[in-house]
């Protein structure tokens, strides 16, 4: 191997290894940490929807605590205590990311 070939093999490692990617199967070390993709290979499409859903999952658990928490702030006795807790804002956002996290992942579990 000359030595132009050897130095451009260096640079792709060092480019990939910043990125936390593997060339060709060995552990990559960036900042500390050690990646070691499964099975030799990067993260594949399964893996991806894999997250999706189990984030989507806890986006919807979020958005029916807050939902839960809205409601009670709207029934309460005492009308002088106040939370402090922006249930509303809560209950949107969280119900916004579990209906597109959840819709990402049935689609991408449906197309195969």
């Known amino acids: 191997m000359n030595i132009v070939a050897s130095i451009a093999m260096a640079a792709r490692r060092s480019a990939m290894a910043s ?3 593997s060339v060709l199967g060995e552990t990559v070390t960036t900042a500390g940490f050690n990646f070691v993709p499964r099975g030799g290979k990067a993260w594949s499409m399964e893996d991806s929807r894999i997250l999706m859903t189990i984030c989507g999952a806890v986006a919807a658990l ?11 702030r709207h029934r309460r006795k005492h009308i002088d205590r106040v939370g402090f807790m922006p ?3 809560i209950f949107f956002f ?10 990402l992942s049935a689609r991408g579990w449906l197309a195969g």
Not at 62 to 72: K, N, T
Not at 94 to 103: C, R
């Open 94 to 103: 969280a119900l916004m990311a579990a209906v597109l996290l959840l819709g």
């Open 62 to 72: 979020i958005a029916v605590v807050a939902w839960v928490g809205d409601h009670r």
């Open 87 to 89: 249930w509303t804002a």
């Open 19 to 21: 990125m936390g990617r």
